[in-house]
């Protein structure tokens, strides 16, 4: 038998939560720190779960009448100078090209931190008259941000991506694409990756660097920390301006487009990780798995009957599911339950020299509870039934942490005791001002995360005592 | 009517080949020039033929037990030295990171130019016993190679591509992957890209940098110039030993890996506009168009029956077909007819008011002939066929040009010769040295493409006169 670390020595996820997750995402074989300063390699496993992303959200885009280009990964800094903020937020994240060859560049290059600055001069090249509008663009790729201290997947200098950039002709236009996008992304988050979020807008001390209002998506992790899962901009005119995108209207007026830009990353899998796991390691959600089921044939008593037996259910079930047929011979039976476990499987199906002669098998969910025998009759539909069952028991544990998770304030001193005990959001009024802002984020640690998309504020500020104009959901966060 | 440039402008095919190429590749939409040096834009209609190309192959390298990851864009200075050839190769085109924000790096970084030195260093860490091979891994990206003049897809500073990079246990398996792969490119360049290709190998003078034999297809273009559609390195034990990644086998030896690589590129999608086009434009073959059959409704006499009739029809064939309903209202169907033609869709259909009401569409292969007229009644079949036909035809045509201008030359004089009055491939004997190369090098200006899979050397070398080993197709390339 192969020497590997067993899984015994996972570091408990209710003791050492951090350590926990960087030891499932390297020993599920998701991802792998690399000679890359802040880089990581995703390997296939964790790669097969970027791909049942892409692959939803590409279906998604395209039933909403998007299209896919590609553009320079190279920008020169020039451009990126072109919007005040945009360059503000971004310049200090950048890595620079600065010699092709032997040459030296006569301008700096910026590796892609991201696109706006080389899509929207096209833009500008591209639309003339309001009949070229909406443009509905998307492009999958990596950007670059040089970051000091980096996480797998969470955070890290390189990271995949897509970004959508949009054009279009009113601001009421520009601002339904972002709401279509964030309920899209909305979509993916909870019913694929079965993660329960809050939808609202960002304040702006949150915003993304040049937008005039950022949607956003958060989640809240297992350690009381929120995250972002996902974030569409209202840009506004500001990067029309900035690269002189006009179109010619219907009332022969020139005016500047409006535009959006909206992403969702890899980071979502670090969310992935740390939503659904336990101290036995990963568990994934049967959309989303890159092995729905995984058939273990257990071996050495009748290899004749059963390997053909387990190839043929694999070939069966393979019609319908993800399967894995893990037929190794170099593991024990109890290796690989061990293995698939990890790895976050969510359903394991064994099948012996006994099961063979009943016509059944062994089904165990990822998700806990008894294993049980299943005839053969009809299995597929019963495998279906009990994927569906653990999709939606991971959504709903989810969301009864969400909601347990999640309360409100009146006062500074309730919000930072909230902040202590809860561990969560904690949803406190707000008067809109910068200054009473500060003062919260200073007294908790805690960052405002969202303003509910119906948002119906009531109460006082808890600093300034003014009357609240938003609801905001307060979390410590990654 | 807006105004666009007629393609009556467009360069002759036959008069301008190289203005042609570029002409309609920017006419098309498939690629515009940006404002970073030697980078294009890919646009939508473009992409979309990447697109086909990735899920085609993406199919066929799943099937073949392949699976995707992702590996650092930015590689370290230090990794790409590691393996002599391979940097003398591509340090002269590698474009250089040296500073992350405002903070200069110790050591520089390479935008990756390809992934052999980040790539080889990450099996060193995963494979340990020769239960762990073979490892079939690929990744979807872009690389930057640093170009004083480029055109658009065929030499652009930036390009799309895979690379695929296997480790094996043997020699044979190593090579077997090599020839496996090349089978796969094959297949997508004649039976999708309807492009005839020679298959062998390259002479030592054009491996990839670090290689031990490169296995290559070679198409040739309507100009008489050859162009390689794609490449599977055998790279034996070179990269194993720079970078170090060894496995127990068996019999309980430490043993070097045997490794191999191989691509293609967003180049393929200079090919197929060259392979294909006329005087009107792009003519795409039918399993790679973005749109198979575009639907023209003849509108302005009974546009109540027509509109919807031209929607059902389009719904209807969108089930099979890859449809689109060009139903706008500020062109005529003529300047729709020249637009579509320019940009290549393989099947026009029209549906006006009589068309209706006789229950039959009019029909157009971009590939020429009259127009004909054909019942709705079993259109789905019809259409198939016709696209089948095509396919088939475009194909047929690529394969009597390529005939027609591939010939034998036994001496430097006929050499020279046929390269002037053919214009295309020209097959040698050769005596294997470097030297004899470099004098039909220097006479013809042609370089050897590809020593056929299947050769059966026979003559005299016509520079030093000794028995051939090989037979060389030279020609001149792009």
Redesign the interface.
């Given at each position: 038998m192969?020497e590997r670390e067993a899984t015994s020595t996972l570091p408990k996820r209710s003791e050492n939560f951090s350590e926990w997750y960087t030891q499932v995402a390297l020993r599920a074989e998701l991802a792998?720190y690399?000679?890359?300063r802040g880089?990581?390699?995703?390997?296939?496993y964790g790669?097969?779960i970027?791909?049942g992303i892409q692959a939803w959200l590409d279906r998604h885009f395209k039933e909403t009448g998007h299209?896919?280009?590609?553009?320079?990964?190279?920008?020169?800094e020039s451009?990126l100078q072109k919007e005040a903020e945009h360059v503000e937020g971004f310049?200090?994240?950048?890595?620079?090209?600065?010699?092709?060859?032997?040459?030296e560049l006569a301008e700096?290059?910026a590796?892609r931190p991201t696109s706006e600055a080389?899509i929207l001069?096209?833009y500008a090249?591209?639309i003339q008259?309001y009949?070229d509008l909406p443009v509905l663009?998307l492009q999958w790729?990596?950007v670059?941000r040089?970051e000091k201290s980096t996480r797998l997947f969470l955070r890290t200098?390189?990271f995949?991506w897509h970004e959508g950039h949009t054009a279009h002709r009113t601001m009421e236009d520009a601002d339904a694409e972002c709401r279509l996008i964030l309920g899209i992304y909305r979509e993916l988050v909870e019913d694929v990756l079965a993660i329960p979020v809050l939808a609202g807008i960002k304040p702006p001390s949150e915003r993304f660097a040049g937008a005039d209002n950022t949607y956003t998506l958060e989640a809240l992790m297992p350690d009381g920390q929120a995250i972002q899962t996902g974030t569409s901009h209202f840009l506004g005119q500001n990067f029309a301006k900035a690269f002189n995108v006009k179109f010619l209207d219907s009332d022969n007026q020139e005016k500047f487009i409006w535009s959006t830009s909206w992403a969702v990353s890899t980071r979502l899998i670090g969310s992935l990780i740390m939503a659904h796991g336990d101290d036995k390691g990963l568990i994934l959600p049967p959309r989303i798995a890159p092995f729905q089921v995984v058939i273990v044939p257990i071996l050495g008593r009748d290899d004749a009957v059963v390997i053909p037996a387990a190839k043929a259910l694999a070939a069966q079930l393979g019609k319908r599911y993800r399967v894995k047929l893990d037929d190794?011979d170099?593991y024990t039976a109890g290796w690989k339950f061990n293995e698939w476990e990890l790895r976050g499987a969510p359903l394991r199906v064994e099948i012996g020299p006994r099961d063979v002669a009943n016509a059944q098998v062994v089904v165990s969910r990822r998700t806990g509870g008894k294993k049980a025998s299943l005839s053969m009759e009809g299995i597929e539909d019963a495998l279906g039934r009990i994927l569906e069952e653990i999709q939606t028991d991971l959504f709903a544990r989810g969301k009864s942490y969400l909601e347990a998770h999640t309360t409100a304030a009146e006062t500074l001193d309730e919000l930072a005791r909230a902040m202590e005990d809860v561990k969560g959001f904690v949803r406190v009024p707000w008067c809109g001002m910068q200054s009473c802002e500060d003062t919260i984020r200073g007294r908790t640690g805690a960052s405002p995360r969202v303003i509910p998309l119906d948002d119906a504020p009531s109460g006082n500020c808890p600093v300034c005592g003014m009357p609240s104009k938003y609801s905001v959901y307060y979390a410590r966060a990654y």
């Open positions: 192969q792998d690399t000679p890359v880089s990581m390699a995703i390997r296939p790669y097969a970027w791909e299209v896919t280009a590609y553009f320079p990964l190279l920008i020169p451009f310049a200090p994240q950048v890595a620079w090209v600065t010699h092709g060859g032997d040459e700096r290059l590796v080389i001069p096209m090249k591209w008259s009949r663009l790729n990596s670059v040089w200098a390189e995949l190794r170099a």
